[in-house]
């Protein structure tokens, strides 16, 4: 087995997030094919999901995406400030959010509340233009949104307001729990009673939207004129289910990698990384990975997380640190400087950011958000 490092190993970083914006472009291709004739939405908050919300956004854009989607305004500004006009809808608010702001740059506003509607409104006076806002109803997530109770009084100031050209309502909106078929089929029950009822009150939204990559792959009829696609445009499957991004027609976006640190030979009985949780049980090899819980490496999987090393799957052995973990290598022949994939696309062998998930009993859209900035991101592909 080839021992020695990739030929331009000693030009990478010592640790990396490698984003290729070409999976991005072609999963968001296949994805509003899909959906069509829904629009796509990109939802590019948390940074890109840990990707890059710039050029992420800009990827999904030459994709097919006609909508960008972040959930607060710090992040739709940042899009603004990157000379990116497409679309933008942020949805989640601060009690004293500069909605002022946000109408001087164009974005599109959720609107959870009749109080939340009319700080916007006195907002967007002192800028001497009209809001665009997007009416957001509580079908049953429990979460942000117009409670069902208060939708008429929400409608109805919404209409009064939109005839006297204070606002516009471009949107009405909703989100699935992802629960069941039965309880999906509810919420869409309820979300069309709200549209039913906005209707008659004389609202004519541009787009109504419910559904995230999950309803829109699995509920054509979720679709509507706009679905929000997620994590699916970053190549990670939302069903939490087994079912894997090839099953998909989808390329995971994210390799998170770096370079072994040190390689030691150990005798059986010989603990490794804090509290000795785990012995040698026979003469073997260990290899150490600079990346820790510091850089989003969940220690929950400590013992049971994988990396792809020398040609093959290895496991982690003893606790993650906060910069560094070891691998059992066995008798293999490893190196000072080999590249070491945590995750990535696992049609090259390595493990995806589910199995990560799996070992850390969490999902694969934590893992690739939590990759920390002390981990550069370097993009492939793109424009």
């Known amino acids: 087995m080839n021992a020695s490092p990739d030929a331009d190993a000693a030009t990478r970083p010592f640790r990396e997030a490698v984003v290729d914006l070409d999976a991005i472009r072609e999963n968001v291709a296949d994805l509003a094919r899909l959906v069509a004739p829904a629009q796509a939405m990109a939802v590019v908050k948390a940074d890109a999901y840990g990707h890059g919300a710039v050029p992420v956004a800009r990827a999904a854009l030459a994709g097919g995406a006609t909508w960008l989607g972040v959930a607060d305004l710090a992040e739709a500004v940042a899009i603004r400030a990157a000379g990116i006009r497409a679309p933008l809808l942020a949805w989640l608010h601060d009690p004293d959010a500069a909605f002022a702001t946000a109408v001087e740059r164009d974005v599109d506003l959720g609107v959870s509340s009749l109080a939340q ?36 009084e929400a409608v109805a100031a919404a209409v009064r307001l939109e005839r006297a050209g204070r606002v516009r309502v471009r949107g009405i909106f909703s989100h699935l729990a992802n629960t069941s078929a039965e309880e999906d089929a509810a919420q869409l ?91 040698a049980d026979r003469p073997t090899t260990v290899a150490l990975v600079p990346l820790g819980y510091a850089d989003g490496v969940p220690r929950q999987a400590s013992g049971r997380g994988e990396v792809w090393l020398a040609g093959a799957r290895r496991r982690i052995v003893g606790r993650i640190a906060m910069d560094q973990f070891l691998v059992d290598v066995g008798d293999d022949a490893v190196a000072v400087g080999d590249e070491v ?10 493990p995806s950011a589910d199995d990560w998930g799996d070992a850390a009993d969490t999902i694969g859209y934590e893992i690739v958000t939590r990759i920390g900035p002390r981990v550069p991101r370097t993009y492939v592909g793109g424009a």
């Open 117 to 152: 509607l009319e700080a916007i409104v006195a907002a967007s006076a002192s800028v001497g233009r009209p809001a665009r806002v997007h009416l957001k109803i509580d079908t049953g997530l429990s979460r942000n949104g117009v409670a069902p109770e208060a939708w008429a």
């Open 189 to 279: 029950a309820a979300f069309e009673a709200a549209l039913a009822a906005a209707s008659a009150a004389g609202l004519a939204p541009e787009v109504r939207h419910i559904a995230s990559t999950a309803g829109a792959l699995r509920r054509p009829e979720s679709r509507y004129d706009l679905v929000r696609l997620g994590i699916g445009i970053y190549g990670i499957p939302p069903f939490g289910d087994g079912t894997k991004a090839a099953d998909l027609g989808l390329r995971p976006a994210m390799t998170l990698r770096g370079r072994v640190a040190a390689v030691r030979r150990i005798d059986a009985g010989t603990g490794v990384s804090y509290g000795h949780a785990w012995r």
């Open 341 to 350: 994939v945590l995750f990535g696309d696992p049609a090259t062998g390595a």
